[in-house]
Structure formats: C-alpha cells, structure tokens
Nanobody, 122 residues
C-alpha cells in the first residue's frame, strides 16, 4: 500500500500562492486516484480536489474552483496542489490521500499523509 508525505505548506498573505506536494512511496502510484482534503480548526475534514490515475479527470470543490489546480506526475510518484489567490478561509491542514479502486461518487481512500499546515493571513 502506498505511503504519502505532504510538503509545501506555510504562512502566506491573502492573495499569495502556494504549491503543495505529495510524495508517494511503497506502491504502484499510477493505479491510484489522488485527492486533497483539508481540515480547518473546529471543522470537519473537507474535500478539495481529486485527480484520476491517468490525470485525465479532475474534480474540485466549489470553494476552490478557479483558484486551485491539482496535478500529478506518475513518473516521479508525485501529486500537487497549486493554490492561487489564497484567502483566509483556506487556512487549514491539507492532506493528500490515495484511492486504488473507488470513484468520485464512491471513493475508497485507503491511505492518508500526515498533513501540511497552510495559514493565510488577511
């Protein structure tokens, strides 16, 4: 089963950009759909974006559509989340996760990273 490690979080100002990375190891990365979730203090974990194993199909939460871009590089076993025009509401711990056999409507996320903190100051 693949193991995941996020990086790239930090403290930025509203309007800035950040690029999160998710490094996968220990499995066949190209069979997994990858997704990003986030959890803000006092709130439940929420879906941010998902990309199919091939990268051909992508879904976004309405709250990030047009500002965030999910991508992947199956050669290097990496997934990314480019976050532009950040808002204070984007402050959260961001997690990447892998789904070997589910779908967008019926996901089966089997492994999660430990998360990376993103803090956006107003």
């Amino acid at each position: 089963q693949v193991q995941l490690a996020e990086s790239g979080g930090g403290l930025v100002q509203a309007g800035d950009s950040l690029r999160l990375s998710c490094a996968a190891s220990g499995g066949t990365f190209s069979i997994y759909a990858m997704a990003w979730f986030r959890q803000a203090p006092g709130k439940e974990r929420e879906f941010v974006a998902r990309i199919s194993p091939s990268g051909h199909y992508i879904w976004y939460a309405d709250s990030v559509k047009g500002r965030f871009t999910i991508s992947r590089d199956n050669t290097y076993n990496m997934a990314y989340l480019q976050m532009d025009t950040l808002k204070s509401d984007d402050t959260a711990v961001y997690y990447c996760t892998a789904d070997p056999r589910g779908s967008y409507d019926y996901p089966q996320y089997v492994t999660w990273g430990r998360g990376t903190q993103v803090t956006v100051s107003a």
